[in-house]
């Protein structure tokens, strides 16, 4: 069992930065392959938003999120981070962080086993 609690979240004005931080306890945080992070809106699907492997070697953005957020992730500190700026009204959702044993060719939420919280991100325009 791994545990997953994020923070950092709040509301910012459209163009404002937050960083989002995933503490893990429990199994050994370097054991999961794979680090994420997934947002959903009121009334939408979760969707992907960024993912990180092991070494932080292999990283990959969402579409939308790319060239505005970065994923790292410190193993020492058992932390994986989500640094965004740029922020839009649109990236306004619950933000989650979520591990998984496997580097998979679509990120989906079912690939992740484990999932904090969420943490609110409300983007005011």
């Known amino acids: 069992q791994v545990q997953l609690v994020e923070s950092g979240g709040g509301s910012v004005q459209a163009g404002g930065s937050l960083r989002l931080s995933c503490g893990a306890s429990g199994r050994t945080f370097s054991n999961y392959a794979v680090m994420g992070w997934f947002r959903q809106a009121p009334g939408k699907e979760r969707e992907f938003v960024a993912r990180i492997n092991r070494s932080g070697g292999s990283i990959q953005y969402a579409d939308s999120v790319k060239g505005r957020f970065t994923i790292s992730r410190d193993n020492a500190k058992n932390t994986v981070y989500l640094q965004m700026n740029s922020l839009k009204p649109e990236d306004t959702a619950v933000y989650y962080c979520?591990?998984?044993?496997?580097?998979?060719?679509?990120?989906?939420?079912?690939?992740?086993?484990?999932w904090g919280q969420g943490t609110q991100v409300t983007v005011s325009s």
């Open positions: 979520a591990a998984s044993r496997l580097w998979v060719g679509v990120p989906v939420p079912g690939d992740f086993g484990y």
